[in-house]
């Protein structure tokens, strides 16, 4: 009995250590941090968008926590309030991490070491981004002198040689040539930092807007019919100004890729309305690259759109954008995420539209290329409105930051540092509001001197118990709804999803395959519950809080 009793507390003891009393909590920790609910819990993998699927893989990494944690671009299809708790859960993690990553804030806040691969060479930095970024520039400066004092040695060795062989004597000749083999010997450096692996940017605007770009009244979105119908946000409220350079945050699902369509005309919104200024010409970055025609080849996706170039101007400028030699007929579909968003640019750059609309356009772009697009923004004289999760690039570009919630647009007069300062101070108040609450009924309890002294000031009222009281009643009716909309949401997904399976499956079929008019029809039909699925899975994130 001895014996069974002290396996039991050996196993008990293991059982601890490992987490058993534990593991369940911390699953759904991880899981609410990735904006997972239990409402999802029990959701199929394969009903999953790729945002959330990203997120679902990152959580599983995590709960596993190995001694070494490699992470390939875990910020991509995070909001800011997930960034901001995976950082924290980073610096608090005991194992080794080796990350690749563009995202220059997380680097500065995650990292201690950083290394870079450049030009066939690894070069390693003792510190984060910050100190890199500080670092690589004094290695850079010094990479350039040492190269410019050898070229200078070798143009002066060089002009030796000619002038001993220019004497015609054999002592002057036996030194030239020995002169021409130590330049041989000589280990020649690469220009450090060529112009030949960066990419040239520079927006225009065939011509100026009125003063008065954009303003917004009431704008709402919903979608669905009927009792389906659900709202995504109401009482949008803009007006931008000529030159002004707008960045729109918000969490995942908030809508605000459906904004910037509802701007541009390509969606209707529900009720409000958009009055588009004098002389506005809209360039549109889309963040997945569905304007790009996957089946043309590189130079045939810039002759569609821009005819008057002729093939070797058009080559000339793929050029400044790295697509050099036979890259220029590789097919768009082909490219990279990175390939794929330069060429985007491209196209943007030739529009020579004053207002441009861009939604999240560093998403597939490395850091040096991160840098010359924001470099080439603030030189832009036209309008900007950028959809952003990058905290670097919210630190550099934007004159004003817009928060979109279900409620509307909360304005920030400055960047992101700004922008986190003022939440922080109104999640501070919310607190204070709320403790305040909590003692309301002692509020009124002071000491006949405090009574006294504060006589000549008027009291502020304090809440009755049956306003306490409407106050609950009022959010537990706020949670009922929003309850209520998360399953008709859900429904609302699994209805057009199995549609999409049916429709996908007829498709198939000989018959169908022989009858262009039934064929089309389907076609339309699919694409129509596909981009219904879209906005329903956007619903289905916003109500995820």
């Known amino acids: ?133 500080a670092e690589r520039k004094v290695r850079r400066e010094t990479e350039l002198r040492t190269y410019e004092k050898q070229q200078r040695e070798i143009a002066r060795q060089e002009d030796m040689i000619r002038r001993f062989k220019q004497r015609g004597t054999e002592k002057l000749a036996k030194r030239a040539a020995s002169r021409e083999k130590q330049l041989e010997r000589m280990e020649r450096m690469d220009r450090p930092d060529g112009d030949h692996g960066k990419m040239s940017l520079r927006f225009h605007q065939e011509y100026q807007s009125g003063r008065d ?68 010409q809209f360039g549109y970055y889309d963040q997945g690259q569905l304007l ?52 985007s640019l491209l196209k943007l750059m030739l529009s020579g539209a004053n207002v441009l609309i861009l939604d999240e356009p560093t998403n597939h772009l490395d850091i040096e290329s991160k840098e010359i697009f924001e470099e080439a923004l603030l030189d832009f004289p036209g309008t900007s409105i950028i959809v952003s999760h990058d905290r670097y690039f919210l630190n550099r570009i934007p004159t004003r930051i817009m928060e979109l919630t279900p409620e509307g647009l909360v304005n920030y007069l400055g960047r992101y540092d700004y922008y986190v300062e003022k939440k922080q101070e109104m999640i501070g108040s919310a607190r204070q509001y709320v403790k305040d609450l909590g003692q309301t009924g002692t509020a009124g309890k002071a000491d006949a001197g405090d009574e006294k002294a504060g006589a000549d000031q008027p009291a502020e009222p304090a809440l009755t118990a049956a306003e306490q009281r409407r106050l609950k009643k009022e959010q537990e009716a706020i949670d009922r709804r929003r309850r209520r909309q998360r399953e008709a949401a859900e429904a609302e997904i699994a209805r057009l999803e199995e549609e999409i399976e049916q429709m996908e499956s007829e498709l198939s079929l000989p018959e169908v395959m022989t009858d262009s008019q039934r064929l089309q029809k389907l076609s339309d039909g699919l694409e129509e519950r596909r981009s219904a699925l879209d906005e329903a899975y956007e619903k289905w994130l916003e109500l995820q809080d």
């Not at 007006?239 to 960045?247: L, P, Q, T, Y």
């Open 292 to 343: 790009l025609n996957d089946d043309f080849t590189v130079i045939e996706e810039l002759q569609d759109a821009y005819h008057l170039y002729t093939d070797g101007e058009l080559r000339n400028i793929l050029g400044r954008f790295l697509f050099r030699g036979e890259q220029v007929f590789l097919p768009v579909g082909s490219l990279s995420g990175g390939e794929k968003a330069r060429l």
């Open 1 to 133: 009995m001895a014996r069974l009793m002290e396996r039991y507390e050996r196993i008990h003891d293991r059982y601890d250590r490992m987490g058993g009393y534990s593991y369940q909590s911390e699953l759904r920790g991880i899981l609410s941090s990735m904006a997972f609910d239990e409402s999802v819990y029990d959701k199929k993998i394969s009903a999953l968008s790729g945002g959330e699927r990203t997120r679902l893989a990152l959580a599983l990494l995590l709960l596993e926590k190995p001694d070494i944690l490699f992470l390939d671009e875990p910020t991509n299809h995070l909001d800011i309030g997930t960034l901001k708790w995976l950082e924290q859960y980073l610096k608090g993690y005991r194992g080794t991490i080796v990350l690749v990553s563009h995202d220059r804030y997380f680097l500065n806040e995650t990292v201690t070491r950083i290394f870079e691969v450049e030009n066939h060479r690894l070069n390693i930095y003792e510190g984060n981004y910050k100190f890199y970024a």
């Open 213 to 280: 770009v954009l303003q917004v009244q009431d704008l709402s979105k919903s979608f669905g019919f009927g009792s389906r119908r659900r709202e995504l946000f109401h009482g949008v409220e803009m007006d931008i100004k000529r030159g002004e350079r707008v960045c729109i945050v918000g969490d995942n699902g908030t809508g605000k890729t459906t904004l910037l369509r509802m701007l541009l005309g390509q969606t209707d919104p529900g009720s409000g309305r958009i009055k588009v200024g004098h002389n506005v």
